[in-house]
């Protein structure tokens, strides 16, 4: 399979928590199996931002969405750009941001890698 880009937009996040598979507020539940990485621009980040980003997914399609990974980012970031781990997500996956300190804009990619 060749990787793909699924999504990818920009966003000015605020202290919503934003889906980034659908671009509005989430969390959502994309039902896409694959192996996925995530891929985002900081560069606005600027000292005093905090950025949380979350993985969601189901263990069963049935079952509720919980966190399986997530990161706080904080003040300017030294490499700009930010690689998630690769993960295998099917049965109701988002990746989401929202900021808990500042307003940040954000572009992203989110890659389908198998």
Known sequence: MAIT?????????????????????????????GVFQVFLDLSDMVAT???????YEKVRSADTQRVVYEAI???????????????????????TCDALAGTITVLWSIRQVA
Do not use: F, K, N
Not at 9 to 18: I, K, L, Q, R, S
Not at 49 to 55: A, F, K, N, V
């Open 49 to 55: 931002d905090q950025l949380q980003i979350r993985i």
């Open 73 to 95: 980012l904080m003040d300017v970031q030294a490499q700009p750009i930010w690689v998630s781990p690769s993960l295998v997500l099917m049965h109701g996956w988002d990746v």
């Open 5 to 33: 880009e699924l999504y990818s937009g920009t966003e000015a996040v605020g202290v919503t928590e934003h889906s980034l598979t659908t671009d509005t507020a989430g969390p959502d539940a994309d039902t896409t199996d």
